[in-house]
């Protein structure tokens, strides 16, 4: 059982990225609102495998958000794609082929943190700009609870990964998250 104290993101926008705390205040899912909760931790252990051995919580149940670009000639569609941490997402099969690129690549750091205004370590569907295409594996939307970067590395969010299926724009992407080849 997770050792941090979640409290609701909406009463919580100090732990949440500005264009995190903007979507929050604009949620219309069904999902209620006080269900995004979110909580703070030390930003040195923000990366998935640190986060969960630290505060307990399953890697089953935390998501990443990772940044790809595809490309086809000249054009860049930026990409978010969430999955479990336990899979990886399928860019150069499934995401490439989504969005009609000819190449797909994880973005660099610099132009992911750039573009989203969130924090590397921190990137998460909620907030991301309108030009972003929003990919999101299935067995996220199924787990009954999910923790997401808060746009911050001092901060996770968790909420029921039906509501990620909520976020305007998010597009649930069967087959997007491969297993992590052991």
Known sequence: MTTLDYSPAATRT???APSVAA???AWAGSTPVEEIRVAEIDPELADTAAFCAAYDEPLAESA???VVHGRRGET???V???VLATTRADVNGLVRKHVNARKASFAPMEEAVADTGMEYGGITP???PESYVLLVDPAVVASPRVVIGSGLR???ICLPGSA???IPGATVLPGLGLPVPS
Request: proline content about 4%; overall charge neutral.
């Open 154 to 156: 001092r901060s996770k």
């Open 23 to 25: 979507a929050v205040a």
């Open 64 to 66: 990443n958000c990772v």
């Open 80 to 82: 978010a794609c969430l």
């Open 76 to 78: 860049v569609t930026p």
């Open 14 to 16: 100090d732990l949440l």
């Open 164 to 166: 990620v299926a909520e």
């Open 126 to 128: 909620l907030g991301l």
